[in-house]
């Protein structure tokens, strides 16, 4: 099993231009997250999901938009890149929902 | 109040040495207590849980719960280089879990 896997693992954006994460898990889990991780920040939720087709906003949605059209995949957009969105960018799915297998991450740079 | 508390200041010990490490946290209705161990350039990854009060061992970890107090610990016995990480604590909680900030820990050989 792959667990979960990011893509891609890092990118550069200039400000304004548009992107999709792309989150894949293969362990059948109903939930998934996606998280940024700043320095001093520690891990923040920005949206979620507990199963295909729904998705919720976590602790800090806004710039931020997601879609589960598929239980094993989850898309994070940014629709329009800001400096301020320059961070590592963790998925996660779960199933029971407190243990939460993550991927190795996405290093976005916004120009 | 915060709803997780902990102290991200780096931690360095060495080689053989008692690390512990803290949270607070202020929501009652949480029910697991979680440690994750984050390295370098990684996820983070489960490291222990528990559901109640008191400890739980496993190997060189135990992971301490006191829900009156609302204060978890992790304390690691006989620490190796290898165990240089961030450790973040986590609790679950309406569909999602609350992290605390990571303590960076760094074993010197």
């Known amino acids: 099993n792959a667990g979960v896997t990011q893509t891609p693992k890092f990118r550069v954006l200039k400000t304004g231009q548009s992107m999709t994460l792309l989150c894949a898990q293969d362990?059948?889990?109903?939930?998934m997250y996606w998280y940024r991780q700043d320095p001093g920040m520690g891990l923040r939720l920005i949206h979620y999901?507990?199963?295909?087709?729904?998705?919720a906003k976590g602790e800090v949605p806004d710039g931020y938009n997601v879609s589960r059209l598929k239980k094993q995949n989850f898309l994070l957009g940014l629709e329009s890149a800001a400096p301020s969105q320059t961070s590592v960018y963790f998925c996660?799915?779960?199933?029971?929902?407190?243990?939460?297998?993550f991927g190795p991450g996405t290093r976005l740079t916004v120009t | 109040q915060k709803e997780v508390e902990q102290d991200p200041g780096p931690l360095s010990v060495p080689e053989g040495a008692i690390v512990s490490l803290n949270c607070t946290y202020s929501?009652?209705?949480?029910?697991?207590f979680m440690w994750y161990r984050q390295y370098s350039r990684k996820g983070p990854e489960l490291l222990m849980y528990?559901?109640?009060?008191g400890n739980k061992e496993d190997g060189r970890f135990t992971a301490q719960v006191d829900k009156s107090s609302k204060y978890i610990s992790l304390f690691i016995r006989d620490s190796q280089p290898s165990d240089s990480a961030t450790y973040l604590c986590?609790?679950?909680?309406?569909?999602?879990?609350?992290f605390g900030k990571g303590n960076q820990v760094v074993v010197i050989p």
């Open positions: 996660a799915s779960s199933s029971p929902r407190y243990q939460q297998y």
């Open positions: 362990m059948n889990h109903e939930y």
């Open positions: 999901s507990v199963g295909e087709g729904t998705t």
């Open positions: 929501n009652s209705a949480f029910q697991y």
């Open positions: 528990t559901y109640s009060s």
């Open positions: 986590a609790f679950n909680g309406n569909n999602r879990l609350a």
